[in-house]
T-cell receptor, first 114, second 111 residues
């Protein structure tokens, strides 16, 4: 199993540009998550999904959109990129949404908005 | 306010030495506490998880402790190795889909 994969690894955007961060998992997990990690800060939840076709906002959803058309894929869309979105983005998945269930993280995408 | 604070922010130790990382939390209600290891350029990987009724959990050379009364946890690393160089993140949970992450302690193990 590849686990959770993310593409691209790095990206530089200009202010106002858009892009999609890709995330895929091959563990047949129902739950998927997007987090951002800013320097010196803990991970913050952006969006999550409990299954195909179902998504919900996390703590910091503004400026982002998600979709979940399949169990495997959970892309994160940035519209009109802003410098405040410069961060490292992690996708994760778990079997259930219970807090005792382990979340498995991808390697991350480092995004810089200039 | 629900918070997780870790100390120290960074730590340098020599290979073979032991170290202890601290985590204080103010999360309420409290469900469980987990320690993650994050290698540079990688995603976090779970090391241990403890519910409020557990006060210690080991994973090889890693031992986590939890004091739910004082809302403190520690992660003790025994006989450190160069591969232990990473960030260690304390994560608490208020329940379903409500994880709160600490900022992490960056550990460097030098030969």
């Amino acid at each position: 199993n590849a686990g959770v994969t993310q593409t691209p690894k790095f990206r530089i955007l200009k202010i106002g540009q858009s892009m999609t961060l890709q995330c895929a998992q091959d563990m047949n997990h129902n739950y998927m998550y997007w987090y951002r990690q800013d320097p010196g800060m803990g991970l913050k939840l952006i969006y999550y999904s409990v299954g195909a076709g179902i998504t919900d906002k996390g703590e910091v959803p503004n400026g982002y959109n998600v979709s979940r058309s399949t169990t495997e894929d959970f892309p994160l869309r940035l519209e009109l990129a802003a410098p405040s979105q410069t961060s490292v983005y992690f996708c994760a998945s778990s079997v259930t949404g219970e807090s005792t269930d382990t979340q498995y993280f991808g390697p991350g995408t480092r995004l810089t908005v200039l | 306010k629900n918070q997780v604070e870790q100390s120290p922010q960074s730590l340098i130790i020599l290979e073979g030495k032991n170290c202890t990382l601290q985590c204080n939390y103010t999360v309420s209600p409290f469900s469980n506490l987990r320690w993650y290891k994050q290698d540079t350029g990688r995603g976090p990987v779970s090391l241990t998880i403890m519910t409020f009724s557990e006060n210690t959990k080991s994973n090889g050379r890693y031992t986590a402790t939890l004091d739910a009364d004082t809302k403190q946890s520690s992660l003790h690393i025994t006989a450190s190795q160069l591969s232990d160089s990473a960030s260690y993140i304390c994560v608490t949970s208020r329940g379903y889909n409500k994880l709160i992450f600490g900022a992490g302690t960056r550990l460097a193990v030098h030969p």
